[in-house]
């Protein structure tokens, strides 16, 4: 376990930033939290560019460790804080559909969602990371329906955060059909007293963004 370094979150919400902090709750670590205002442009001011040269949010800083990108934040938090379970070692046989799953996430489901969304979902299915939507939504109902209750069989992981995370949003924003097997599952998550903390605390920076 690495306590003795520093852990700094940067933060945005509504934004990736929500996957890291449900992770962070569920983890039950201390941590500092910097607000950004992306939609105020802060992403861009050279001391977060210093920090994530592309100005994204999420983003910590452990100790002198920099880690961008939401499922690399994810997995190396889960690797650093390994008594809270959240991830199979290394040496143990899981870990190979540990990972599979946790980077279908940001490499197959997101690139799918974000061309659902825009209506470009088309072209040559060998050059399309997630192949085709139809073969796309399969594979991953597939993944669902069999999460009993979670991804990894009974012990929830971090895949659950990552993945999970991107399925509700997916609902969220009717980018993936309805289906009971999603519904059902996103109940189980919604459920998770660390998400609800996380949603508790960001409440208000949520409800600022909708109001403006
Ligand atoms: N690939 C990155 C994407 C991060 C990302 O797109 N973050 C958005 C918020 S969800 C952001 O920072 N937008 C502000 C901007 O681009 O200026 C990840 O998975 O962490």
């Given at each position: 376990m690495i306590t003795d370094r520093k852990l700094t979150f940067y933060h945005a919400a509504p934004s990736r930033g929500n996957t890291v902090h449900?992770?962070?709750q569920e983890l039950g670590i201390d941590f500092d939290?910097?607000?950004?205002?992306i939609r105020k442009g802060e992403g861009q001011k050279?001391?977060?560019?210093a920090i994530n040269p592309l100005g994204k949010i999420p983003a910590i800083v452990h100790?002198?460790?920099?880690?961008?990108?939401?499922?690399?934040i994810c997995c190396y938090l889960a690797d650093s804080f390994p008594e809270a379970g959240l991830a199979p070692a290394l040496d143990d046989p899981k870990r190979g559909a540990y990972l599979r799953w946790l980077f279908f996430s940001p490499s197959t489901v997101e690139p799918a969602l974000v061309d659902?969304?825009?209506g470009r979902e088309t072209g040559d299915r060998s050059m399309v990371s997630y192949g085709d939507w139809d073969s796309f939504l399969?594979?991953?109902?597939?993944?669902?329906?069999?999460?009993?209750?979670w991804i990894m069989g009974t012990d929830f992981?971090?895949?659950?955060?990552?993945?999970?995370?991107a399925v509700r949003y997916g609902r969220m924003f009717d980018l993936l059909p309805q289906n009971p097997v999603f519904d059902d599952y996103i109940a189980r998550i919604n459920a998770r007293p660390a998400y609800l903390r996380m949603q508790e605390i960001d409440a208000p920076y949520v409800a600022a963004v909708m109001s403006a």
């Open positions: 449900w992770m962070l939290v910097k607000m950004i205002d050279p001391q977060f560019l100790g002198d460790t920099v880690v961008t990108e939401a499922a690399a659902h969304a825009m399969s594979v991953l109902l597939d993944v669902i329906v069999k999460a009993d209750p992981s971090t895949v659950d955060v990552v993945l999970g995370g």
